[in-house]
């Protein structure tokens, strides 16, 4: 029996199933149908500032130096919502670099938290 046949059927079902994922990968993205809470902005907060919005109700936090609104995104994380929470008004990058137990976050986490900047971290208290 030839094996031409089988193996480029198999080449040939490789390739459509990373075309597939490829495709609902960017078909899926991060929009849910809700705008992003803001875009770009040239705010500085302090992080004290940051510490008022401690809540899952009001979630804001500080990461690599910048400031991000995560209150709309919570429900949508793929994690419990208690999984966020004490990283709600504090200074989160170790959070998003570890998750807590040393595994950083996706390439795509990081991309999709722009759409909640709202600043930048002060240098100053």
Sequence with gaps: M???????TAFVAFWACVFTIVL????SGTDSGHPPPQ?????????AE????????DCWMAIEGKVYDFTDYI?????????????????????MKTKGYGRNHSQ??????EDY????LSEEE
């Design 108 to 113: 795509r986490a990081w991309r999709a938290m």
């Design 39 to 47: 875009a770009h902005s040239p705010d500085t907060y302090t992080l």
């Design 117 to 120: 900047l709202i600043g930048e």
């Design 2 to 8: 030839s094996l031409k046949k089988p193996v480029y």
């Design 75 to 95: 429900e949508r994380h793929p994690t419990e919502p208690s999984v966020l929470e004490p990283w709600c008004g504090s200074e989160a990058t170790e959070g």
């Design 50 to 57: 940051v510490a008022r919005h401690d809540t899952l109700d």
């Design 24 to 27: 609902l990968d960017s078909l």
